[in-house]
């Protein structure tokens, strides 16, 4: 059998099944967990609410929503073709973290119809992770979501995203022996993750970070009507570098592609800074092919799981679920985020750090607990959490 078939084959019927916790074998048992006994359960959440994260599975299961509009890099290939994707980001939440995660795709792309089917949606819910909906409706939709309801709302392509590459990158950096304040940052693809990596780049300390997008870089001199872009290219650039990526790629020390394949050009990486970083971060193609640019970079990492230095937001996405769900959080802010970023680049120690180990395996047990246990800590003390959950207290 050839690798296609193989995976064809794992996914025939999807990848996921519904198990029970506990067997229904008897009339007896019928009778308790369906009517008549399931009544009383359902009075108790009517009269205090709060009883929903004991007595349902709302405590433990996170909705990964789509609209198929960005699925990976492929683009806009529609709710039925986006469903394997969301079948498996709920797989790896069931796997590294143990939170059950239902894919659901979306047959519309209308901002307002997406907020409020989310928002019906959300009673059954401890959090929502919202996965491959394009920029820029995925900001609104996001915001919104966040400040309307009280369960935590993720789009995990901006901030699982995000989380990882500064994890990645204060690492490849100490590897490299360079400061984040004194580098030249390069950011291509300038959309839902483009964006929240750059912000969390230059809120880590880094100044000198450009994006470039189709048309070439963005600077706060040209007017575009895209408002994200106007707000980003006030943020960035600040030698208003002008040109196309394989101009403003000259002396770069790092190179970020959020963006479509093979972009990123042998002739542009030759033409970086001494000890070039190059995380070529588009799926499942890179801007580079990492055969090509790994023999002349320092540090090279793709989004693939077939490289080393997979930078993925699956590093981040279960674990961060987990500890906002193990302290109720009504939120996944700043703060949290940070922290999950500190926690992930914490788990390999210093002195392991190499060329092709700057970010921790997914595999890696300590990445979801490190970051479970940040995460909840930094919910609490920013005020997040319901429960504190180093001593299993309300809050
Ligand atoms: N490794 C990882 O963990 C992640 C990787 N990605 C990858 O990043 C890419 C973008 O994802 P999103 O930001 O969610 O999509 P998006 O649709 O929000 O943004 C993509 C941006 O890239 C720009 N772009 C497309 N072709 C370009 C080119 N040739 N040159 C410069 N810019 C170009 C688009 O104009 C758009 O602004 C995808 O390939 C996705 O697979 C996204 C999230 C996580
Ligand atoms: C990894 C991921 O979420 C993406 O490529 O869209
Ligand atoms: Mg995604």
Partial sequence: MDLLDEIMLLHKGGKLETTLKNPIRTKEDLSKV????VAEVCQAIAQDQAQAYELTTKKNTVAVISDGTAVLGLGDIGPRAAMPVMEGKAALFKQFANVDA??????????????????????????INLEDISSPRCFEIEKRLRNELDIPVFHDDQHGTAIVVLAGLLNALKVCG????????????IGAAGISVSKMLLHAGAVNLIGVDREGALNRQVPYSRTHWSE???MTNPNLEAGQLSDVI????????????????????????KDPIV?????????IDPAIAAPHVRVMATGRSDYPNQINNVLCF??????ALDCEATDINDEMKLAAAKAISSVIDPADL???????DAFDPRVVERIRVAVAEAAFNSGAARKNLLIGANS
Avoid at 34 to 37: A, D, E, M, Q, R
Avoid at 102 to 127: M, Q, R, S
Avoid at 354 to 360: A, C, F, S
């Fill in 34 to 37: 369906y009517t008549p006994g």
């Fill in 102 to 127: 239902v894919p659901i795709c979306l047959d519309t792309k209308g901002t307002e119809e997406i907020i409020a089917i989310v928002k019906a949606l959300a009673p059954t819910f401890g959090g």
């Fill in 178 to 189: 360079k400061n984040i304040k004194d580098v030249k940052i390069v950011v291509n693809g």
């Fill in 232 to 234: 980003y290219a006030r």
């Fill in 250 to 273: 000259k002396g770069a020390d790092v190179f970020i592609g959020v963006s479509a394949p093979d972009v990123l050009k042998l002739d542009d990486v030759l033409n970086m800074a």
């Fill in 279 to 287: 995380f070529a971060m588009a799926n499942p193609m890179p801007e």
């Fill in 318 to 323: 279960p674990g961060i679920f987990r500890g």
């Fill in 354 to 360: 190499h060329e092709t180990y700057i970010i921790p």
